[in-house]
């Protein structure tokens, strides 16, 4: 299986120290890594930067440095480590995938198998380009929301996209993480599953101290945060101690924008 980690809140965050726990998890998941973010969301640019590589993030000197250098801004980030099922190890089936919607770029990473071999992605307007379950499962979503007119920035849509992402379900395991640059949208596998569990912890002042569970690095949150700061991370695996994890709900979508959660809890 593979990991994800996704970050939402209300002003630019910078990840690095919780990336370097995350890739800490690569000795297992050693088949890929992959970060993507908006740098320039707060101008109203909804370009996502991706960087991804099919090298273990434990042994590659990008991931490395971004783990320790600051180097990284936004409101939306997602990154990825890959164990492949599906799909060799190479450039092309590593997440995050991006794609076009609707004049902004939509990123998405999985955590799971779909078994979904015999979609047919014959004029559609979304097709995969590799050769993983994840990005059938991402073409497939983006076709049904451009057939049904969805859009990522109606809630009046979000109880349609969590039934269509429930019938998806039924392929297999799936945990999905995806963002618009506004929003961020989270779907934790609706079977129950020891090996895909999905968790969040929700971040507001007073942060108070939090320990990194693999660095066993300490950090006083109300030092380094401005107290306006409030959002969510959501992780496969708990990425710290001193602060509440909890189970993101089987079978539901999950939207957070503005550093709150506007649908699913």
Known sequence: MCELL???FN????????FSN????AALHRHGWGMAWYPDAEQRDFTAQVIKTSASAMNDKLAEFLSQEQVVSSANIIAHIRYKTNGAATHGNTHPFVRNFKKRELVFAHNGVLVNEDLSFTS??????????SE????????????????TDKPEHYPAIQQFLAEMNRAGKMNLL???GNRMFAWHN?????DNTLFYTRRLAPFGNIRYSDDGITVNMDEQKDPDLKGYIIATKPLTEM???????KGCLFVFQSGDCIFGM
Do not use: I
């Not at 002003?11 to 919780?18: A, F, G």
């Not at 609706?190 to 020891?194: E, H, L, R, V, W």
């Open 243 to 249: 602060e509440l994890w909890q189970p993101l709900e």
């Open 11 to 18: 002003k630019p965050v910078r990840p690095n120290l919780s």
């Open 124 to 133: 559609q307007s979304y097709a995969p380009m590799g050769g993983t379950d």
């Open 22 to 25: 995350f890739r800490q998890h």
């Open 136 to 151: 059938r499962g991402f073409c497939q979503l983006l076709n049904a929301m451009k057939a049904h007119g969805w859009r």
């Open 178 to 180: 995806f963002s618009d």
């Open 190 to 194: 609706k079977q129950a599953a020891s």
């Open 6 to 8: 996704g970050f939402h």
